[in-house]
């Protein structure tokens, strides 16, 4: 029987793709790279590590395709990436001290998915975040746009490996007092298969997020929900 429900956080709860494609277009025209791009192409920047988002952030500056950002960090190699050191930390600190002051200008949180949450609480399950973003940034989302309903949130912080290692996961785990098997890991993207697989907990994918259902398939997702009603139902029958 499921106990607690773990959620990731871009893609899956928070549509935070405005604000994130604003900065990373802001922080690479400041480090002098092309800018302008879509929502729809940063989408595929994010969802791994910051660093390695930097580093496809600046190959789609430099020119690599759709199908390309999808597969860099993959099954392209980082190393086969065009971008120095140096290029990669000047664009993850002005994006990530941009970022921190205009994250919550066009977030807001997926219709339907407080609703999901509250659903899930009243039946008993216990609800949580775990997320690559940073933990200050995780920790100031959760409490403001979606207060009172997580029992615990984890971002990345220097204490605790990031998935797709399941440590997080085992960590909330610990701290609500059950057994990885009970708990179901809610996610968007390739990381979040990769995080379930590993922990050996059950994952689900969403379809709404920052990969397409199609993607997720083909990346060895078990579960797919395409609305926050078939997310539920999935849960409850798991």
Not at 95 to 100: D, I, L, N, V
Not at 135 to 152: A, C, M, R, T, Y
Request: charged share 25%; proline share 4%.
């Amino acid at each position: 029987m499921i106990k607690a429900a773990v959620f990731d956080m871009d893609g899956t709860i928070l549509n935070t793709i405005g604000d994130l494609t604003d900065s990373l277009n802001y922080a690479l025209v400041e480090t002098g790279h092309k800018g302008g791009h879509s929502e729809e192409t940063v989408k595929l920047c994010f969802g791994w590590a910051m660093r390695l988002d930097m580093i496809k952030a600046i190959a789609m500056a430099k020119g690599f395709s759709a199908k390309d950002l999808e597969l860099a960090g993959n099954t392209i190699p980082v190393e086969d990436i065009p971008a120095t050191e140096e290029e990669i930390d000047e664009l993850m600190d002005v994006f990530t001290s941009y970022y921190g002051t205009h994250n919550q200008i066009k977030t807001k949180p997926y219709s339907g998915i407080p609703e999901v949450i509250r659903t899930l609480r009243k039946k008993g399950i216990r609800c949580a975040v775990a997320s690559n973003k940073d933990d200050e940034h995780v920790q100031s989302l959760s409490k403001n746009l979606f207060p009172g309903l997580f029992d615990i949130s984890i971002g990345r912080n220097p204490e605790m490996a990031i998935k797709p290692d399941p440590e997080m996961i085992l960590s909330i785990a610990r701290h609500l007092g059950i057994k990885a098997k009970e708990i179901v890991y809610i996610g968007d993207s390739e990381v979040d298969i990769m995080t379930g697989k590993k922990g050996g907990f059950p994952s689900i994918s969403v379809a709404w997020g920052f990969r397409t259902g199609e993607f997720l398939k083909n990346h060895g997702a078990e579960r797919i929900a395409f609305s926050p009603d078939e997310l539920i139902e999935m849960i409850l029958s798991l």
